[in-house]
């Protein structure tokens, strides 16, 4: 198994561009979550989904979008890149249960100038 | 979003020797569950240790233990015989309710092993 996979590990965006961070796993975990993490902070939570065709909003949703059409992929898009979203990005993924760890990609590291 | 205090920004631990990681967390949840993640350098996010909060024993796995003081709020993180790979920064996490999946994470501490 893969675990979970992100693309792409570094990206420089300038202000007003629009990309996607992809995430895939491959260990059929309905639960998958977007994070970003930034200096002297933990991890915050930006979306998530429970399963395909579900996601909802987390703590810092603005200028974030995900869809969740397959089990496999939750990609997370950024629709017009601000200085404010430089950070690094964690996908997380877990089967659904209460005690269920969830397992974390490589991380995505976007610049936004 | 619930509430994670990790109050030791960084901490130096010699080696072998046992560092105790300090976390509390505010919940109004009975059911909730508590982990801790490692974060080396390299930046990717290590799972260590889950404690539910209906455990009536403290979490271990190998040299990690987890002392929950449920009616403290507090779930500090213990690594024993510290080795120098052990030199990473370490987030308390905290998942609320029976059927709610979302972490939330305290600011993290920096462990530094000396040899």
């Known amino acids: 198994n893969a675990g979970v996979t992100q693309t792409p590990k570094f990206q420089v965006l300038k202000t007003g561009q629009s990309m996607t961070l992809q995430c895939a796993q491959d260990m059929n975990h309905e639960y998958m979550s977007w994070y970003r993490q930034d200096p002297g902070m933990g991890l915050r939570l930006i979306h998530y989904?429970?399963?395909?065709?579900?996601?909802d909003q987390g703590e810092v949703p603005n200028g974030y979008n995900v869809s969740r059409s397959t089990t496999e992929d939750f990609p997370l898009r950024l629709l017009s890149a601000a200085p404010s979203q430089t950070s690094v990005y964690f996908c997380?993924?877990?089967?659904?249960?209460?005690?269920?760890?969830?397992?974390f990609g490589p991380g995505t590291r976007l610049l936004v100038l | 979003a619930q509430k994670i205090t990790q109050t030791q920004p960084g901490m130096f631990v010699q080696e072998k020797e046992a560092v105790t990681l300090d976390c509390t967390y505010d919940?109004?949840?009975?059911?909730?569950?508590l982990f801790w993640y490692k974060q080396p350098s390299s930046g990717e996010m290590i799972f260590l240790i889950y404690q539910g909060s209906y455990d009536e024993q403290n979490a271990t796995e190998g040299r990690y233990s987890l002392n929950f003081q449920k009616a403290r709020k507090s779930a500090n993180l213990v690594i024993s015989a510290s080795q120098l790979g052990d030199s990473a920064m370490y987030f308390c996490?905290?998942?609320?309710?029976?059927?709610?999946?979302?972490?939330?994470f305290g600011a993290g501490t920096t462990v530094t092993v000396r040899a």
């Open positions: 997380a993924s877990s089967y659904s249960g209460p005690a269920e760890t969830q397992y």
């Open positions: 996490a905290m998942r609320p309710g029976s059927n709610d999946y979302k972490l939330s």
């Open positions: 989904s429970v399963g395909a065709g579900i996601t």
């Open positions: 919940t109004s949840d009975q059911s909730y569950g």
